[in-house]
């Protein structure tokens, strides 16, 4: 199946204006089911096809800073364009050289000058972002690209905390030889708990979605995405087309894909240790049931004065590292960030680069490369 061309999109999207070409950022905690969503917009045609998360937000925008000045946008586009993240735009630089460089005042200009020239050249007429994490910078979104759209995709913390663990995605403290399983589960919480306090403001351009809906009611689900965002979210054709994790499952437990046990939903009720599974429900509980997941049999949900403890430490070290990387003054004197600290910094979930001849030639087969 090639890359859907601008002939074989509905027609209904031809020459559509307003809220039908907004761009799309799908976001969440990692592990959260944003990579699926993603490429099942991909799949659904009219979509740019970028087989990547650009992290322009929560990676380039918290090292490169205000991009008002020439000479910033100038080590931007000098860095940006040696980083893998260029290479899966399959654009020449010479195509977005002179609009970044003359016409960039800020991180979502430089996003969506890249992103209309990659669906200038495939013919389609919108595109989306999936960089989980760019949810802790919903101001900046809106404020530079104020006709954003946001789907806040949210799953089970027990699942994804069982994720993160098996990953070992959260860095841990420098006293702890591994990440727990708290630490991940917090970090969910804490994530969870931004997005969704800022979305709040956001009025009708922002919507949560359940990863387990998605897999249980895909149709139903996406007709709802797909009223929210105006674009025909037609499941047969996204099963049809299938890019990455639609066709093979993102997952960082391969073992189960591999024996043809697969199941996503409710890991956690088989993984996770009762007495683990009650400490970390007494971490995460309110937030659980908030966002509509039932506790354990085993849990009430109370804290205790540890867990409670727990808890604030975690917080008080995300919210560190986050300011940390957003305050002007720290940023203006970190040594430039390099490509290869970029590639190093890009989420493993990245779809993989060698497909991205393909792509520029708009002849890729969703059979000729697999998501790790």
Known sequence: ?????????????????????????????????????????LSSGGFAVYLAE????????????????????????????????????????????????DGCRNTGDFLRIVMQEIARQQGM?????????????????KRSLPDALIIHIIRDGRDVAMSLERLRYVRPFPCQQRQSLF??????????????????????????????????????????IGAFIEHDLDYERIQRVAYGSVNRPNTSFSSEHASGRFTPVGRWKRGIKSEHLTKLESIIG??????????????????????????????????????????????????VLTAAEIDATVLAEDHAPDILPLVAEGAMSHKNWRVE
Not at 201 to 219: A, C, K, M, R, W
């Open 183 to 224: 630490s991940a589960g917090a970090y969910w919480e804490w994530i969870v708990e931004k997005g969704r306090a800022f979305g709040k403001s956001l009025g009708n351009d922002y919507i949560e979605v359940h990863f387990e809906d998605l897999l249980t009611s895909p149709q139903k689900t996406l007709h709802r």
């Open 286 to 335: 309110q937030t659980l049931t908030q966002t509509g997941y039932p506790l354990s049999s085993e849990s009430t949900g109370t804290s205790d004065t540890s867990a409670r403890a727990r808890k604030q430490l975690y917080r008080a070290y995300f919210e560190s590292k986050c300011w940390f990387k957003l305050n002007s003054i720290v940023r203006a004197i970190r040594p």
């Open 125 to 141: 007429h919108r595109w989306a972002e999936n960089s989980p994490e760019s949810i802790l910078h919903l101001h900046d979104i």
């Open 54 to 101: 650009s992290n322009v937000f929560n990676v380039l925008a918290t090292r490169f800073g205000d991009l008002r000045s020439r000479q910033r946008r100038e080590r931007l586009l000098r860095v940006w364009k040696q980083t893998k993240l260029f290479r899966a735009t399959g654009l020449e630089c010479r195509s977005i050289e002179a609009r970044i460089l």
């Open 1 to 41: 199946m090639q890359i859907p061309t601008q002939a074989t999109q509905p027609l209904a999207v031809r020459g559509a204006t307003g809220r039908s070409v907004a761009p799309v950022f799908v976001l969440g905690c990692p592990r959260s089911g944003t990579t699926l969503l993603y490429d099942m917009l």
